[in-house]
């Protein structure tokens, strides 16, 4: 059920709904929903921008296409705080000991370009596909105006709320 080509449909309820293990912060789901709606446009912003940048190296000899990784990590740091709640935890006396079984805090995933250097499309050493590359911009387009619509929504639903 691919939605878009970053975006599967869980992760748009994964947008909607808070994590779990971020209470402690003092944030409510409004307030991570926001937050999380805000680093996945950023991340698409940056997606833009590796896309053009291949795009503009498309006849360069030996240039190598990027992409950017967010949502595997994203999903590791959901998984290490959902996978937290459900194991032995342990104590520690002193800040310098080990620790284990934290979970990996959200806030701290940062998007990362990511060079294909394992594949070559062109004669040259080129590997970037200028048409999949103009397709991806487009597709990243429709996706970035789906978030803004969602981050509307959420903001709709506060005035909403307010009224009331």
């Known amino acids: 059920m691919v939605l878009f080509p970053h975006l599967l449909v869980r992760d748009f309820f994964l947008l909607n709904s808070p994590p779990k293990f971020s209470e402690d912060r003092g944030m409510n789901s409004f307030t991570q929903s926001v937050d999380l709606l805000h680093r996945a ?79 070559t499309a062109n004669a040259n050493g080129n590997n970037v596909d200028a048409e999949y590359e103009a397709m991806n911009v487009l597709k990243l387009q429709m996706s970035y105006r789906l978030l803004t619509q969602i981050q509307s929504f959420e903001f709709s639903q506060l005035r909403t709320a307010m009224r009331k």
């Open 41 to 119: 446009m950023n991340v698409h912003q940056l997606r833009y921008q590796v896309s053009a940048n291949n795009i503009a190296n498309a006849e360069v000899p030996n240039y190598k296409r990027q992409v950017v990784n967010f949502e595997s990590e994203l999903k590791r740091a959901f998984d290490s705080a959902a996978d937290t709640e459900h194991q032995f935890q342990l104590t520690r006396t002193n800040s310098r000991h080990i620790a284990l079984n934290e979970p990996y805090d959200w806030h701290e995933v940062e998007p990362r370009r990511v060079t294909d250097w394992a594949t």
